[in-house]
């Protein structure tokens, strides 16, 4: 059992204007918050193989379309960390969309919980991309939205699915892994278009080298558009800072890095400036 959790562990882990603020009959618990005034984050619900999906999306309302990202949780859930950079995004000026990968809601607390929900879409990165494809469906039809500059993004288990899904051919304008898996499905030169920022801990172990010089040798033999950053002294889930924390709870490799994480905020900052403006 002991080998499992370890194997597990280490797959899983893997500026505009603002306007005023409205409701909507498909959403609820309306937020004001204290970052742009006039930024809104509200829980949204959506349908995905059969079963209903509880997002959360945070924007700058007014008359302008917005650019759009997706982002896709750490293999915890949709939970507060998540909540927060969708609002950061959101005062960055996207409409921002974070996906629930697990339905309902659900979030996990502890390392096994998290195994079992995050192993399915592991399983299944197509069923997994389903999922993903429905969250970006419902984005879409947000009238706020520039349905013609959208991107993704995800944390760890989020960064891999992610990836499955611009490997599997979803037509984004960039992509952004932060400390996520890179092994996931084959790349495929005729699917994959997206161009793809990975941001990654020098010293993350959950991700090795290996699996790192398998990735890029894969993108490279097919011309994918890419951008590697590795930043020094990082280790996997280093972009949250409850991650020490959880590390020393759990026995797990893990720890926060505070310039890491505003050094990989940048990087995709001037990414989504390359590629959605």
């Known amino acids: 059992m002991k080998i499992t959790t370890v194997t597990l562990l280490s797959a ?3 500026a505009f204007g603002c306007g005023g603020t409205t409701n909507r009959d498909s959403m609820a618990t309306t937020q004001k918050l204290n970052l742009t005034d006039s930024v809104v984050a509200q829980s949204i619900n959506y349908q995905a193989l059969g079963d209903t ?6 924007f700058c309302e007014d008359t302008v379309k917005k650019p759009a990202v997706l982002i896709v949780h ?4 949709l939970n507060d960390y998540i909540k ?3 609002r950061e995004l959101a005062d960055l000026g996207y409409v921002a969309f974070a ?14 919980a998290a195994m079992a929900l995050a192993g399915p879409n592991y399983q299944d990165p197509r069923a997994a991309k389903q999922r993903f494809d429905a969250a970006l469906a419902k984005l879409k039809a947000l009238p ?4 013609n500059r959208i991107a993704a993004i995800g944390y760890c288990f989020g960064g891999s699915m992610v990836l499955n899904a611009v490997k599997l051919g979803d037509p984004l304008q960039a992509a952004v892994s932060f400390h996520g898996g890179l092994k996931g499905v084959p790349a495929d030169k005729k699917l994959l278009k997206t161009p793809i920022l990975i941001c990654h801990g020098a010293e993350d172990v959950n991700v090795p080298e290996s699996e790192v010089k398998a990735f890029r040798a894969e993108l490279d033999d097919i011309g994918a558009d890419y951008v590697f950053k590795e930043y020094p002294g990082a280790t996997h889930a280093f972009t949250n800072s ?6 020393e709870k759990f026995n797990i490799p893990i720890a ?13 900052k001037a990414f989504f400036e390359k590629h959605l403006h």
């Open 84 to 86: 927060r950079r969708t």
């Open 256 to 268: 926060y890095n505070a310039e890491a994480d505003t050094a990989s905020w940048n990087d995709m």
């Open 12 to 14: 899983a882990f893997l």
């Open 53 to 58: 999906m509880v997002g959360y999306v945070a």
């Open 242 to 247: 409850k991650a020490t924390e959880m590390g």
């Open 74 to 77: 750490e293999w915890w859930g």
């Open 99 to 112: 996906v629930d990968m697990y339905g309902q809601g659900r979030t996990a607390n502890n390392p096994e």
């Open 144 to 147: 706020e939205v520039d349905t």
